[in-house]
C-alpha cells in the first residue's frame, strides 16, 4: 500500500542516502551543494538515462568539481592517456561510523591509466587499455596514487590526496554495515552469505566477473563456481557488469584490490586486498572477505583503485 510521505516512493531509500552524503560531504570538504528541490528532482528522474560525466584534467580540477550528489561522477583526463580510453571516474561514497565520506574510482585502476602515469604495464592479460592492471605490488600501486596527488593543482595539494582505500572505506563501498573488530584479520569473513551482489547463490546473471564456467572452459584445473557464466575465463574490461548502489564497478571479481592497511597490525607483514578475483573459490566472494599478501608481491589476479580523500578532515 502505497504511503502519503513521498511523490517518489521508489527512491525513498535513494533518497535518504542522498542527503546523508551531502551532510557528510558538506562536514568533510566544505563542497558545493545543490538544493534540495533539486535533489528531490533527480532522485525522481530515474527514467533518464545517466549523463556523460563531467570531464576534467587533472592539473585543472578544482574543488567545486567534485561530485556530490550520489549517482554523479568526475571524469579526469590523464597526461598520455589515449582519448578513447576509461578515464580514471570519481564518484562520491557517504561516510559510515568513523569513516568520512570519500571519493573512489568507479572501476579498477586500468592498464592504459597505469602506463599514463607509470610508463610501463606489468599486466599478465595485456588486452587493451580498459583492461584492469594486475601483476601490480602494493609499493606499486601506492607509487600510482602518489603520482596521481603530484598531479594535483598547488590549490589542492594538502588539501587533497589520491591514496588507496582503507580496509574500512572498501566495507562502507561494498555496503557492508559497521563490522566487528579491531581489525581487518579480525573482521576477516565473519558476515557469512552477503556478496557485493546480494545474497544469493549462485551469483545472478551478470553479477560480476568471476571464476565461471567459461573459466574452466580455458584453466580446466581451477574450481569454478557451478550454474554460473560471466563469459570471461580470465580478465574482463572494466566497467562490463552491473555497479552497485554508489555507482562502483567490479568491486566483487575481476581482479582483487589492494587496500592500505596491515592485514594484522601486530605482524605488519601483509597488506589487505578485497574483493574476489576472476579466479576464487566462494567464499573468496563474501563482501566480507580478506585476503592479504606481501606489499611487493605481483599476481595476475590483484590490481587495486584508488580514493580521493580530503585531508582537512581526517
Ligand atoms: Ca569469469
Ligand atoms: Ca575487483
Same mark, same amino acid.
Given at each position: 500500500?502505497? %504511503?502519503?510521505?513521498?511523490?517518489? #516512493?521508489?527512491?525513498?531509500?535513494?533518497?535518504?542516502? %542522498?542527503?546523508?552524503?551531502?551532510?557528510?560531504?558538506?562536514?568533510?570538504?566544505?563542497?558545493?551543494?545543490?538544493?534540495?528541490?533539486?535533489?528531490? /528532482?533527480?532522485?525522481?528522474?530515474?527514467?533518464?538515462?545517466?549523463?556523460?560525466?563531467?570531464?576534467?584534467?587533472?592539473? !585543472?580540477?578544482?574543488?567545486?568539481?567534485?561530485?556530490?550528489?550520489?549517482?554523479?561522477?568526475?571524469?579526469?583526463?590523464?597526461?598520455?592517456?589515449?582519448?578513447?580510453?576509461?578515464?580514471?571516474?570519481?564518484?562520491?561514497?557517504?561516510? /559510515?561510523?568513523?569513516?568520512?565520506?570519500?571519493?573512489?574510482?568507479?572501476?579498477?585502476? %586500468?592498464?592504459?591509466?597505469?602506463?599514463?602515469?607509470?610508463?610501463?604495464?606489468?599486466?599478465?592479460?595485456?588486452?587493451?587499455?580498459?583492461?584492469?592492471? !594486475?601483476?601490480?605490488?602494493?609499493?606499486?600501486?601506492?607509487?600510482?596514487?602518489?603520482?596521481? %596527488?603530484?598531479?594535483? #593543482?598547488?590549490?589542492?595539494?594538502?588539501?587533497?590526496?589520491?591514496?588507496?582505500? +582503507?580496509?574500512?572505506?572498501?566495507?562502507?563501498?561494498?555496503?557492508?554495515?559497521?563490522?566487528?573488530?579491531? +581489525?581487518?584479520?579480525?573482521?576477516?569473513?565473519?558476515?557469512?552469505?552477503?556478496?557485493?551482489?546480494? +545474497?544469493?547463490?549462485?551469483?545472478?546473471?551478470?553479477?560480476?566477473?568471476?571464476?565461471?564456467?567459461?573459466?574452466?572452459?580455458?584453466?580446466?584445473?581451477?574450481?569454478?563456481? !557451478?550454474?554460473?557464466?560471466?563469459?570471461?575465463?580470465? +580478465?574482463?574490461?572494466?566497467?562490463?557488469?552491473?555497479?552497485?548502489?554508489?555507482? /562502483?564497478?567490479?568491486?566483487?571479481?575481476?581482479?582483487?584490490?589492494?587496500?592500505?592497511?596491515?592485514?594484522?597490525?601486530?605482524?605488519?607483514?601483509?597488506?589487505?586486498?578485497?574483493?574476489?578475483?576472476?579466479?576464487?573459490?566462494?567464499?573468496?566472494?563474501?563482501?566480507?572477505?580478506?585476503?592479504?599478501?606481501?606489499?611487493?608481491?605481483?599476481?595476475?589476479?590483484?590490481?587495486?583503485?584508488?580514493?580521493?580523500?580530503?585531508?582537512?578532515?581526517?
Amino acid at each position: 500500500m502505497a %504511503t502519503k510521505t513521498s511523490f517518489c #516512493p521508489l527512491k525513498n531509500s535513494s533518497l535518504s542516502r %542522498t542527503a546523508r552524503l551531502r551532510a557528510g560531504l558538506a562536514r568533510a570538504g566544505s563542497l558545493v551543494f545543490l538544493s534540495i528541490g533539486l535533489t528531490l /528532482l533527480l532522485s525522481c528522474g530515474h527514467e533518464k538515462p545517466a549523463s556523460e560525466p563531467k570531464e576534467v584534467r587533472i592539473g !585543472e580540477l578544482r574543488e567545486s568539481d567534485l561530485p556530490t550528489e550520489e549517482g554523479k561522477s568526475l571524469a579526469i583526463g590523464l597526461p598520455g592517456l589515449s582519448s578513447g580510453a576509461k578515464k580514471l571516474e570519481l564518484v562520491p561514497v557517504p561516510g /559510515l561510523g568513523s569513516v568520512k565520506p570519500f571519493f573512489m574510482g568507479r572501476y579498477e585502476v %586500468t592498464q592504459g591509466q597505469y602506463e599514463a602515469l607509470m610508463r610501463k604495464n606489468p599486466s599478465g592479460f595485456k588486452r587493451g587499455p580498459d583492461f584492469p592492471v !594486475e601483476q601490480v605490488s602494493w609499493d606499486e600501486a601506492k607509487e600510482f596514487c602518489r603520482r596521481l %596527488t603530484a598531479g594535483l #593543482p598547488d590549490k589542492l595539494k594538502g588539501k587533497f590526496a589520491f591514496r588507496l582505500p +582503507t580496509d574500512a572505506e572498501w566495507s562502507v563501498a561494498v555496503g557492508l554495515p559497521e563490522e566487528i573488530g579491531s +581489525t581487518p584479520k579480525k573482521k576477516d569473513e565473519q558476515i557469512k552469505n552477503v556478496y557485493p551482489w546480494g +545474497t544469493a547463490w549462485p551469483p545472478p546473471s551478470g553479477a560480476g566477473n568471476y571464476a565461471d564456467l567459461s573459466c574452466k572452459q580455458k584453466h580446466t584445473n581451477y574450481t569454478v563456481i !557451478e550454474g554460473y557464466t560471466d563469459g570471461y575465463a580470465d +580478465t574482463a574490461p572494466v566497467g562490463r557488469f552491473k555497479p552497485n548502489h554508489f555507482g /562502483l564497478y567490479d568491486l566483487g571479481g575481476n581482479v582483487w584490490e589492494w587496500c592500505e592497511d596491515w592485514y594484522d597490525p601486530a605482524t605488519k607483514s601483509s597488506r589487505v586486498m578485497r574483493g574476489g578475483s576472476w579466479l576464487n573459490r566462494p567464499a573468496y566472494l563474501l563482501s566480507s572477505c580478506r585476503r592479504d599478501d606481501t606489499p611487493v608481491t605481483r599476481l595476475i589476479i590483484v590490481g587495486f583503485r584508488c580514493v580521493l580523500v580530503s585531508e582537512m578532515s581526517r
